[in-house]
């Protein structure tokens, strides 16, 4: 199937938005710190919407000063989050508390700058750790629930490719972003789910 | 765009209808500047954060030891002296804290459930060399500390404020103190007495 090479305005101000409304979730969801991330996670497959390629204002050098620059693989968490968000696939994880065990310690919001950005390795203080019994039992569950997210991303990827215009292609890449092969590290998982042939 | 109005967003400081608008201008925005202009942001509200709780527990410690001070010029009158001193102070209700010693024991009750108290040992120099314990003394709550013979610490005892949480807050009594008479007024407690 022959690709329109641009987004028209129409489908450009659309996805804008649905990843505007899902970046504001997110960021409500965890904490403030996870929208700057996304933004450097994102900003290759964000081109294909931008209309703006340089900051309109010299950014002032003391907060560029103050990024730490030790942060990539959070963006990869980021960029997870959000997809997770905006693709709507937690009501795909089928267990319950898979689920609800994943929706505490991953979106739940905590405080920005807090270390490691995610509950994963302080799952004692993770909301709702309670009604998990003990924090491994939290982990264990979330880890399986984000396994499923992931898996229902890389489908969704998939399905979004096939369609075959450009503009599913391009929701297909920003998608692809938050199932990265490097999630398996953040989010403590022995593996990712596999692709599956497209 | 400004610098500050994307400031304002990333600390979710917009109204929704600002904060929508803005969100759209993020996402189409690719300079790569963006992102560590938003987290460095970020992090200096965390610093001013942080920067105001040291400064409101600074506040908290100074007035700690104002009222120490007050309570010192009292302090014939507020310990009764001896090896079972009763700490009294004019806005705390009395008795409050009762400092029981026995050899090298410390005992501290609190009897005002509604108060916390925190004990410090000081050293014979009047340098407080030791935190016992590293934090407060919960109100009804006694609390026993053993000191080495030979010693000649003296118990301060605060009351009735919002006592410092802070890990080691030892620096800046014994600035204080070097700083003060009230180290020459304070109740010592002498186990070779004992």
Redesign the interface.
């Known amino acids: 199937m022959e690709m329109s090479l641009e987004l028209t305005e129409q489908e450009r101000d659309h996805l804008t938005e649905e990843i505007a409304s899902a970046l504001e979730q997110m960021m409500d969801l965890t904490c403030a710190e996870m929208g700057p991330l996304w933004l450097e996670a994102t900003r290759q497959q964000r081109v294909h919407l931008g209309t703006v390629n340089e900051l309109p204002f010299r950014p002032s050098p003391k907060y560029l000063a103050l990024n730490k620059s030790s942060r990539s693989k959070y963006r990869g968490l980021a960029a997870w989050r959000h997809a997770v968000m905006w693709q709507d696939v937690l009501v795909e994880v089928a267990d319950g508390d898979y689920r609800a065990a994943t929706e505490a310690m991953y979106f739940t919001p905590y405080p920005a700058n807090e270390p490691p950005y995610a509950w994963s390795r302080s799952g004692e203080r993770a909301p709702g750790v309670a009604s998990f019994g003990t924090a491994t039992t939290l982990k264990d569950y979330a880890k399986e629930g984000a396994w499923h997210t992931v898996a229902a991303l890389r489908r969704r990827a998939r399905e979004l490719e096939a369609n075959g215009s450009w503009h599913f292609e391009v929701r297909a890449g920003l998608v692809r972003v938050g199932c990265r092969d490097s999630l398996v590290d953040v989010l403590k998982l022995e593996a990712l789910p596999p692709w599956e042939d497209g | ?3 500050d109005r994307l400031r304002r967003w ?3 400081q917009l109204p929704p209808d600002e ?2 608008e803005v ?25 001013n954060r942080a920067d105001e709780a040291l400064g409101a527990l600074g506040r908290a410690w100074r007035s700690l030891v104002e009222q120490w001070r007050a309570l010192l010029d009292a302090g014939e009158a507020g310990w009764s002296g001896g090896l079972s001193p009763t700490l009294a102070t004019s806005g705390v209700p009395t008795p409050v804290v009762q400092v029981t010693t026995v050899g090298t024991r410390v005992t501290v009750e609190v009897s005002d459930t509604h108060l916390e108290v925190a004990v410090y040992l000081t050293d014979d120099a009047g340098r407080c060399d030791r935190l016992i314990p590293p934090g407060p003394v919960h109100a009804a709550e006694a609390s026993e500390f053993v000191v080495s013979v030979g010693a000649r610490p003296t118990v301060w005892a605060f009351t009735g404020l919002a006592l410092p949480r802070a890990s080691d807050p030892v620096d800046e009594l014994n600035e204080v103190l070097r700083a003060s008479d009230a180290t020459r007024s304070a109740v010592r407690w002498d186990p070779a007495q004992g």
């Open positions: 765009m400004t610098e990333v600390l979710g904060r929508r969100s759209r201008w993020v996402v189409r925005c690719t300079d790569p500047d963006l992102g560590p202009l938003l987290a460095g942001m970020l992090h200096e509200e965390a610093e």
